[in-house]
């Protein structure tokens, strides 16, 4: 559940993280824009009070105001154009009589020009903006012609969002479909195991939520096989029974005593593979919890039970004391499988605890005698239901816990299981490590 939970906010949160991205570029642009707009608002104000001052004492008679024309030179941009007229042409259009605003201080004469031409002027916008200026004290208009350029740093910042934009795109894209390309698999195998999967093309895309959603149909199924499968292996294994004990006491009543023996061989077989397919349904409903055991004593107890009702398991250990979390009830039934398989083939078995210094692992290790494992099939060992010899007879009560069990058992308990012919002498060798 986790694992889903996980998935989901993964696939739901890349997506949104690079809609946001191109969201936050957006408003990057947004802002740097409006930035700009406020800016040239205020240059182009400021630059058309210069021109009106500028332009109002070029043409006063009198040569004091000429003098203190220093004080308002200033070149305003070529995008402010301007004309001469009697009344003005425009239909925004500002009368001013500089003169009579003009009082002690010039600056105060600028502010209110300033202000005024503000006013009548809220905003530059698009496109060309017209405005006639009369002076009232002069007896002439001035028409002004405002090429406002705004669109061009705006057709700037799209240009460069876009060649983002065209870089980015395709980068997400491709990694979207790496990303999805096992997922893709899983809708193949979602079709093969008869799941409806919803059709995509160019317009309905195969999204990151639709694959994780596709995931977990997958996983259900598979789950859903995997139960039905321990179920039949479980009905088949209990209804066995019954006819195997029938046909035992049919034996013992109808078929003549020296016959026992060897049928009963065939009966012990058949009882082996009923309690593998016992063990083999009943692995996935029986979770034990972890709890720290000390490994060497644990050993150790479990060896101790043997050799007391007389087999030779002989237990070593380098360690004093190895505290690991196990699974105790499971551990034991995989050890003593082990012991019992190492017992039946070899009658005897060596178990030690020691710590590899190349590895800086804990291993145990059980070691046999016996006439080992042809090499060719050493890895199916762990199979289920595999056996090496259908005709050995089984003299000790196992539980019927095949290695495959065993191997899967060792897994859980976060060790890993080695089998392999002893190099130097006859035998089999088993390894449990911890890292």
Same mark, same amino acid.
């Given at each position: 559940?986790?694992?889903?939970?996980?998935?989901?906010?993964?696939?739901?949160?890349?997506?949104?993280?690079?809609?946001?991205?191109?969201?936050?570029?957006?408003?990057?642009?947004?802002?740097?824009?409006?930035?700009?707009?406020?800016?040239?608002?205020?240059?182009?104000?400021?630059?058309?009070?210069?021109?009106?001052?500028?332009?109002?004492?070029?043409?006063?008679?009198?040569?004091?105001?000429?003098?203190?024309?220093?004080?308002?030179?200033?070149?305003?941009?070529?995008?402010?154009?301007?004309?001469?007229?009697?009344?003005?042409?425009?239909?925004?259009?500002?009368?001013?009589?500089?003169?009579?605003?003009?009082?002690?201080?010039?600056?105060?004469?600028?502010?209110?020009?300033?202000?005024?031409?503000?006013?009548?002027?809220?905003?530059?916008?698009?496109?060309?903006?017209?405005?006639?200026?009369?002076?009232?004290?002069?007896?002439?208009?001035?028409?002004?012609?405002?090429?406002?350029?705004?669109?061009?740093?705006?057709?700037?910042?799209?240009?460069?969002?876009?060649?983002?934009?065209?870089?980015?795109?395709?980068?997400?894209?491709?990694?979207?479909?790496? /990303?999805?390309? @096992?997922?893709? $698999?899983? %809708?193949?195998?979602?079709? *093969?195991?008869?799941? !409806?999967?919803?059709? +995509?093309? #160019?317009?309905?895309?195969?999204?990151?939520?639709?694959?994780?959603?596709?995931?977990?149909?997958?996983?259900?199924?598979?789950?859903?096989?995997?139960?039905?499968?321990?179920?039949?292996?479980?009905?088949?294994?209990?209804? /066995?029974?019954? @006819?195997?004990? $029938?046909? %035992?006491?049919?034996?013992? *009543?109808?078929?003549? !005593?020296?016959?026992? +023996?060897? #049928?009963?061989?065939?009966?012990?077989?058949?009882?082996?593979?009923?309690?593998?397919?016992?063990?083999?349904?009943?692995?996935?409903?029986?979770?034990?919890?972890?709890?720290?055991?000390?490994?060497?004593?644990?050993?150790?107890?479990?060896?101790?039970?043997?050799?007391?009702?007389?087999?030779?398991?002989?237990?070593?250990?380098?360690?004093?004391?190895?505290? #690991?979390?196990?699974?105790?009830?499971?551990?034991?039934?995989?050890?003593?499988?082990?012991?019992?398989?190492?017992?039946?083939?070899?009658?005897?078995?060596?178990?030690?605890?020691?710590?590899?210094?190349?590895?800086?692992?804990?291993?145990?290790?059980?070691?046999?005698?016996?006439?080992?494992?042809?090499?060719?099939?050493?890895?199916?060992?762990?199979?289920?239901?595999?056996?090496?010899?259908?005709?050995?007879?089984?003299?000790?009560?196992?539980?019927?816990?095949?290695?495959?069990?065993?191997?899967?058992?060792?897994?859980?308990?976060?060790?890993?299981?080695?089998?392999?012919?002893?190099?130097?002498?006859?035998?089999?060798?088993?390894?449990?490590?911890?890292?």
């Amino acid at each position: 559940m986790k694992v889903k939970m996980k998935t989901r906010i993964y696939f739901w949160l890349v997506p949104k993280l690079f809609m946001g991205f191109l969201l936050l570029n957006a408003a990057f642009i947004i802002f740097s824009y409006r930035n700009y707009e406020n800016n040239r608002y205020y240059q182009t104000i400021y630059s058309l009070t210069n021109a009106v001052l500028n332009l109002h004492y070029k043409f006063l008679p009198q040569a004091s105001y000429k003098q203190n024309l220093s004080l308002y030179v200033s070149t305003w941009p070529n995008y402010i154009g301007y004309a001469f007229s009697n009344n003005g042409i425009f239909s925004k259009k500002l009368v001013l009589d500089i003169t009579a605003l003009q009082g002690t201080y010039f600056s105060q004469t600028y502010r209110e020009v300033r202000k005024r031409i503000q006013e009548i002027l809220p905003d530059i916008g698009y496109g060309k903006k017209d405005i006639s200026i009369c002076y009232k004290d002069l007896g002439f208009c001035i028409d002004f012609s405002i090429d406002n350029t705004n669109r061009i740093y705006l057709y700037l910042l799209f240009a460069v969002a876009s060649l983002f934009i065209a870089f980015i795109i395709p980068v997400y894209f491709a990694y979207t479909e790496k /990303l999805l390309k @096992p997922y893709l $698999k899983m %809708k193949m195998l979602a079709d *093969n195991l008869g799941i !409806e999967v919803e059709k +995509h093309s #160019l317009f309905t895309p195969f999204f990151m939520q639709n694959a994780a959603d596709l995931m977990v149909k997958v996983s259900d199924k598979v789950q859903k096989m995997l139960d039905d499968k321990l179920q039949l292996i479980s009905a088949l294994s209990h209804d /066995l029974k019954t @006819p195997l004990a $029938k046909a %035992k006491l049919y034996m013992q *009543n109808m078929i003549p !005593e020296a016959y026992h +023996h060897q #049928l009963l061989k065939y009966y012990a077989d058949m009882e082996y593979l009923i309690n593998q397919m016992n063990a083999y349904s009943e692995k996935s409903h029986k979770i034990e919890a972890m709890q720290p055991v000390n490994l060497v004593d644990f050993i150790d107890a479990v060896c101790h039970e043997y050799e007391i009702n007389g087999f030779a398991v002989k237990f070593e250990s380098t360690l004093d004391s190895a505290v #690991l979390p196990l699974q105790r009830k499971a551990f034991k039934r995989a050890v003593q499988n082990i012991i019992d398989n190492a017992i039946k083939y070899a009658q005897s078995v060596n178990v030690t605890i020691i710590k590899t210094v190349n590895e800086n692992a804990i291993c145990l290790r059980f070691i046999d005698e016996g006439p080992g494992v042809d090499p060719a099939i050493i890895d199916q060992l762990c199979e289920p239901f595999f056996r090496v010899d259908n005709s050995r007879s089984h003299n000790l009560p196992g539980s019927g816990l095949g290695l495959s069990i065993v191997k899967e058992i060792v897994e859980h308990n976060a060790a890993t299981l080695t089998i392999y012919n002893n190099p130097n002498k006859r035998g089999l060798t088993i390894e449990i490590k911890w890292n």
